[in-house]
């Protein structure tokens, strides 16, 4: 869909109006967000979430706001909150449906019973009931008479924008993970997180056979197959097959960098960004390569160490015709741009690594000591080139 509502103060655009009226609160600091526990209101949905799991202990008194019902505990309060709002509480066991209320499934189970004669003009598709078949044509007409009043996304099932709301504005989590304590908003988000703990993948690609742990991570994966991008950069009309591609690429449009490092305030354009820069302050470095056990904090820097190993330079310089491993870095080479700066004493280097082993030169470090006489020096090649000198006095 096109995005056809542009705020003025940051000219983001958006796809519905109800978004960018959502958006403008960020600029207006007003507050529609509100704890369902305490009534407080947050102008974004990550302060509301941020709230829940910071400020309410188990102890107090919790009233819930939509029914008479009193908590002593806020994590009571929670899971009470989730019967007001679970649409997974009640599941057909025949095709897997689920309904908030007792009296919907027991509606619903006579779908199976009695005889469906309501039938879908366009699909040929019967229902049991007038409703149900109105509700699926609106999956032919791309009708969404059902609007979300806090930021504008409509729908075409009504369970469907009551499910949204649950999940996306009232920051209520009440199901978590026995194994790792993550927190979820529904059943169903628990039992597809659980399955990372157990390995199961029962959902299987039929064109390359690969498994997947959730039905709607499989649906988007066919997009490879079928070449299907449905989200449309507003800005350069570039197509993405994820939502997640298509918002990443538009923010090198706006420059919005939404997540920001709590040590550093290094601001990032992508939650995963700030996860891997974040091994820069804590030194976890999870990839390890099994030839040299040399470890790295990401799969990138792990693939590129590879073709020290295998030889492989899968890149060709067009200035040269030399192969090359790295590419990017090569380029430079032709360029002499030199991006990385000495803080100190500004001098430029092409590759990052060159900068750290220059700032030895300012700290005085010199991590690599001699194990006959304890000369210590700045990098590995003058250690080497030391313990020639021993070799030379042994055998002289």
């Known amino acids: 869909q096109s995005k056809k509502y542009t705020c003025d103060v940051c000219c983001k655009q958006f796809t519905y109006y109800g978004s960018l009226e959502v958006h403008l609160l960020t600029h207006s600091g007003e507050k529609t967000y509100q704890c369902l526990i305490c009534n407080n209101k947050f102008t974004q949905n990550k302060d509301l979430t941020k709230h829940i799991s910071n400020d309410h202990s188990d102890n107090g008194t919790y009233p819930c706001n939509m029914c008479t019902k009193i908590f002593d505990k806020a994590r009571l309060l929670k899971s009470h909150l989730a019967t007001h709002y679970d649409i997974d509480k009640f599941k057909c066991n025949d095709c897997g449906k689920q309904f908030q209320r007792k009296k919907g499934l027991k509606e619903h189970m006579k779908t199976h019973t009695k005889e469906k004669n309501f039938t879908c003009e366009i699909c040929h598709k019967s229902f049991g009931h007038s409703q149900t078949l109105k509700s699926h044509i609106l ?9 979300c009043d806090v930021c504008g996304r409509r729908f075409s099932q009504r369970t469907h924008l009551k499910r949204h709301i649950f999940i996306i504005h009232t920051g209520i989590k009440p199901y978590s993970c026995k194994d790792c304590n993550k927190q979820f908003s529904s059943k169903s988000y628990l039992a597809i997180h659980a399955r990372q703990h157990t390995g199961e993948r029962p959902h299987t690609c039929e064109v390359c056979k690969k498994d997947f742990t959730a039905y709607t991570t499989l649906k988007v994966h066919m997009r490879v197959h079928t070449g299907r991008k449905p989200y449309t950069c507003s800005f350069c009309d570039r197509q993405f097959a994820q939502m997640a591609s298509f918002k990443l690429h538009e923010r090198t449009h706006t420059g919005e960098r939404p997540y920001s490092c709590k040590v550093c305030k290094k601001p990032f354009s992508d939650n ?3 996860k891997i820069h974040m091994r820069v302050h804590t ?13 790295f904090r990401e799969t990138g820097q792990l693939k590129r160490h590879m073709r020290v190993h295998t030889g492989i330079k899968p890149y060709t310089c067009k200035i040269c015709n030399k192969q090359i491993g790295n590419l990017s870095k090569h380029m430079r080479v032709h360029s002499d741009e030199r991006p990385f700066n000495c803080s100190i004493c500004n001098k430029q280097f092409t590759i990052n690594g060159n900068l750290k082993l220059h700032m030895r030169i300012h700290t005085g470090e010199r991590p690599f000591t001699c194990d006959l006489c304890n000369s210590q020096f700045t990098q590995s090649s003058g250690l080497k080139r030391h313990r020639c000198t021993h070799v030379d006095k042994v055998n002289p």
Do not use: M
């Open 139 to 147: 999956t032919h007409t791309g009708e969404k008479p059902f609007v």
């Open 272 to 274: 995963g960004y700030l």
């Open 283 to 295: 030194g976890e470095k999870p990839y390890n390569c099994e030839v040299c056990k040399r470890s």
